[in-house]
């Protein structure tokens, strides 16, 4: 009989998963005829097409994991899957930091002769920093194909089918300086533009309320708004990345709590951070309600022209 908990992990993440690939798909779609009806590149949709595009990689590769963990009730990572994962993840977690960077420097007002600097380059560095992610991730893959996989495959092999000590698995993988670099320096990165970004708008935030007639100034709510979408971004990128290192390192916990926990979170991030996106964005807001609308006047009209054929 199939564990009923097997069962709701599998709703819920194919929940996430058509709720990320709608999200992503919308800002997709909505930052592409925002190029194409600009007639140019425009450095901020460009940053979000990559993401989405990425994203719906991810969400691929996390249903996937869904799938066989709920058919099989093991694990078993080959050598191609694991390295395509692992570019997929590092690419995800650089463009998510790029597209933190990309509000820090655009909202936060620090007066700092480099902060400056990329306030007015930062829209023609983006295309070269999408580049510089991707060449990276492809190059700390390769890197840890040649230099860890063979050590390392066996070890993960055995974890995952609950046959390895932790001393052993915590020697091969945590230590590794490539696991390491890729994981953390995003990270770093991410959570340096957060905290000046949320102190920036913190500031601004008791400047107006002091100047404000009322408490209800609707740029102060403005303001709190978009601090609340940097702050829900963040919980979420730093439970997804300490998600990804206890998958890596912690195997004192036992196997099914690890997946059963791992598994909704890894889902949660790029879906819910999507739905945020959307969320805090009027242009994909307005479109989002547009496509919904007409998907709801589609299925009236279906139902309606079913019902009609009946009588």
């Not at 820090?104 to 007015?120: D, E, G, M, Q, S």
């Amino acid at each position: 009989m199939i564990n009923p908990i097997l069962i709701i992990q599998l709703i819920f993440g194919i929940v996430q998963f058509f709720v990320g690939i709608m999200a992503n798909g919308i800002i997709i779609l909505v930052s592409s005829l925002e190029c194409i009806k600009q007639k140019r590149v425009i450095a901020y949709d460009f940053l979000l097409t990559s993401l989405g595009i990425f994203r719906i990689f991810l969400h691929g590769l996390i249903i996937t994991c869904h799938l066989i963990f709920f058919f099989t009730l093991e694990l078993y990572v080959s050598h191609e899957a694991f390295l395509f994962f692992f570019f997929i993840n590092e690419v995800n977690l650089w463009l998510a930091t790029y597209l933190c960077v990309f509000y820090c420097i655009k909202i936060a007002n620090i007066v700092c002769p480099f902060f400056l600097w990329l306030k007015r380059r930062i829209s023609r560095l983006v295309p070269w920093l999408i580049l510089g992610s991707l060449l990276f991730s492809i190059a700390i893959s390769v890197a840890y194909n040649l230099l860890y996989w063979s050590e390392a495959k066996e070890e993960l092999r055995k974890f995952l089918i609950g046959n390895i000590s932790s001393q052993v698995f915590f020697y091969y993988l945590f230590p590794t300086p490539l696991l390491v670099v890729g994981l953390a320096t995003p990270l770093y990165i991410f959570n340096a533009a957060s905290f000046l970004l949320i102190y920036s708008l913190c500031s601004h935030i008791r400047q107006m309320r002091s100047i404000a007639t009322g408490f209800r100034d609707s740029r102060t709510e403005a303001h709190i708004r978009a601090m609340k979408l940097v702050f829900s971004f963040f919980i979420l990128y730093t439970s997804y990345y300490f998600v990804i290192l206890l998958s890596f390192s912690s195997i004192s916990i036992k196997k099914d709590v690890l997946i059963f926990f791992c598994f909704p979170v890894a889902g949660l991030y790029p879906s819910g951070h999507s739905v945020i996106l959307i969320l805090g964005n009027s242009k994909l807001k307005h479109y989002t309600k547009k496509f919904l609308l007409s998907a709801k006047h589609c299925l009236r009209r279906g139902s309606a022209l079913d019902s009609a054929e009946t009588q």
